[in-house]
């Protein structure tokens, strides 16, 4: 695996960003790298996550927020719990990517963290205007919202895989 050091702070950003967006979707990508062997987390702490498992958990909580994030009773992704998760979220899942690079996890976290209030807090405005503003309906603005967050995991993953 050959990354830049671009490649190597961007990604984990973008997956940080994902997070904003649907907290356990990168969270899921990343177990899913790993479990295929192209995320090199084998003899580290972050093993766990390419255990199939661990894939299944989070491929399930991801499917399950899919759901969750169209009824109408979910609290905002930017209430306290929510974001909380999101942010720390963000932050397991940067830590997960600086480990498999040999990069700093102090710095990884930080990126992600970073990354996670960017997605939560845009997502949320990005949502908001268009649907109140604009007038479009909720559902197809958060189905946009799920394969932003798909896409956005899968190609900083494969970009930092390649």
């Not at 961007?10 to 969270?27: D, I, M, N, Q």
């Not at 719990?81 to 976290?109: E, K």
């Amino acid at each position: 695996m050959k990354e830049s050091v671009v490649v190597a702070h961007v990604a984990p950003t973008l997956l940080g960003v994902s997070a904003g967006l649907r907290s356990f979707t990168p969270l899921a990508v990343t177990a899913w790298f790993a479990y295929q062997g192209k995320l090199p987390v084998e003899g580290t702490w972050a093993a766990w996550v390419a255990h199939p498992v661990c894939v299944g958990v989070t491929t399930a909580a991801a499917v399950g927020e899919y759901v969750g994030d169209k009824l109408p009773n979910t609290p905002n992704r930017t209430s306290p719990v929510a974001l909380f998760g999101r942010l720390t979220l963000g932050g397991l899942v940067g830590a997960i990517v600086a480990t498999a690079v040999r990069r700093p996890v102090v710095g990884g976290v930080a990126i992600g963290v970073l990354g996670a209030a960017i997605g939560t807090y845009g997502g949320f405005s990005l949502r908001k205007g268009l649907t109140k503003g604009a007038g479009l309906p909720d559902v197809p603005v958060a189905l946009c919202g799920d394969v932003a967050a798909i896409a956005s995991a899968v190609r900083s993953l494969n970009r930092l895989t390649a």
